[in-house]
Each structure stands twice: as C-alpha cells, then as structure tokens.
C-alpha cells in the first residue's frame, strides 16, 4: 500500500560514521527526491533522479552520495557525520513525463548525530 | 533563484472558524502544491494547483498564475487540522521544489 517508504525511520549515531537511507516507490515515477528539514522546519532539495540519472545536486558537501540501483530506489550514503548533520531527511517522487508532475512525499527519516 | 512567502507565519484558531493561509511567489511557476505536516512529521498532500481552483472538502486552493499567489481555505476548521502549512513551487521544469517558511496552525478546541 505505502507510495513512498523509507528506511529507517530513526537514525542515531556518532559523529564520523557512515550511514545510509533507503527509500522506494511503488508508484511507477520517472523521478525520485532527496529533500532536508532542518530544526527550524525549512525543507530544501538536495538531489533529484529520473530514470536512474542525476539531474539536480543542490550544492551538497561531497559526503552525501546518492544512489539510484533503478528508478524505483534512490538510497543516500551519507560518510563522515557531522552534528549539522542532524535533520530529518525526506525521500519523495514523482512522475517528469506528462502533464502533472506531483510529488509524493515518504515518512522522512530523522538522523540524530551525538 | 525563486522566492517563496508564506503569511501568517502562526495562527491560533478556534475549533469551527474558518481561516485562509497566503502563498506568494517572485516568478512563473509550473509547479504549485500544498503540503500538511502533521504534528508526526508526515508531510501530506493536500494540492496539486499551479493554476486555478479545487476543493477537497473542507478544502480549497486558489492560484491566480498571472499575479503570482495561491490561497488555501479551510473551513470549519478542527483540532486534527493543527500542523504546519507549506507551499511548494518549482519554475525550472526539473521539479526542483522550492518551499515556503510554511504557516503553524494550531485549532483549539
């Protein structure tokens, strides 16, 4: 039934490990999200797939890799945690082609690092 | 890059009033939508409105493209109706959604 899932839904750690998130959709998109919400609620874009392509990386530091096995999976690496790290991250998708391009977003994840 | 502003940034309403929460936007969009955030986090969708009117029940979205603002209503509101509002638009044609500070609702009862 779930559209957008992601794993997992809490995330602790220490600082400099390295973690990763995963995210799938079921609903047959072209194009799959990675937002951040930070602790004042602002959420903004990180990076955007279709069809297994990169197509937009918002100037994000070079420890965030997103990874995309095929275009219902996006999964973010993220290596060396910081403490400004700390956020709750938002997979999402949607369909490019055609005339309405909604987006649907997951459950988030929130990444706490100590 | 485009900017996005939401008023009133709180409100405090009682259960059953009615309310209507502001989008303005600083270009042409191709994308607008409308977004609850429940006080679990989750976000949901609420509109898919980039031009034009629709309502959802106790809903409604106005967007007037030309002048650059959306409207959303909610009538009769109630206590499950408290979270945060956000607008959400994208002007590049690649999706790139583009958030508002967002409007904190909270209904009394």
């Known amino acids: 039934d779930t559209a957008v899932s992601q794993t997992p839904k809490y995330l602790v750690t220490q600082m400099g490990n390295d973690k990763s998130i995963k995210c799938e959709q079921n609903?047959?998109?072209?194009?799959m999200y990675w937002y951040k919400q930070d602790s004042k609620k602002f959420l903004k874009i990180m990076f955007s797939?279709?069809?297994?392509?990169?197509?937009i990386n918002e100037t994000v530091p070079n420890r965030f890799s997103p990874k995309s096995p095929d275009k219902a999976h996006l999964n973010l690496h993220i290596n060396s945690l910081e403490l400004g790290d700390s956020a709750v991250y938002f997979c999402?998708?949607?369909?490019?082609?055609?005339?309405?391009?909604?987006?649907?977003f997951g459950p988030g994840t929130r990444l706490t690092v100590l | 890059g485009i900017q996005v502003e939401q008023s009133p940034p709180d409100l405090i309403l009682q259960e059953g009033a009615n309310s209507t929460l502001r989008c303005n936007f600083s270009?042409?969009?191709?994308?607008l939508q409308w977004f609850h955030q429940n006080p679990w986090g989750q976000l949901i969708n609420l509109f898919y409105?980039?031009?034009g009117t629709k309502q959802n029940g106790r809903l409604s979205a106005t967007t007037v493209a030309t002048e650059r603002y959306s409207l959303l209503y909610i009538s009769s509101s109630q206590t499950t109706d408290s979270g945060v509002y956000f607008c959400?638009?994208?002007?590049?044609?690649?999706?790139?959604?583009?958030f508002g500070t967002g409007t904190r609702l909270l209904v009394s009862p």
């Open positions: 959400a638009v994208d002007n590049t044609g690649f999706q790139k959604l583009v």
């Open positions: 797939y279709n069809n297994k392509e990169l197509i």
């Open positions: 609903l047959g998109h072209d194009t």
């Open positions: 409105i980039p031009s």
């Open positions: 999402a998708s949607s369909q490019i082609a055609g005339e309405f391009n909604e987006q649907f």
């Open positions: 270009d042409s969009v191709n994308n």
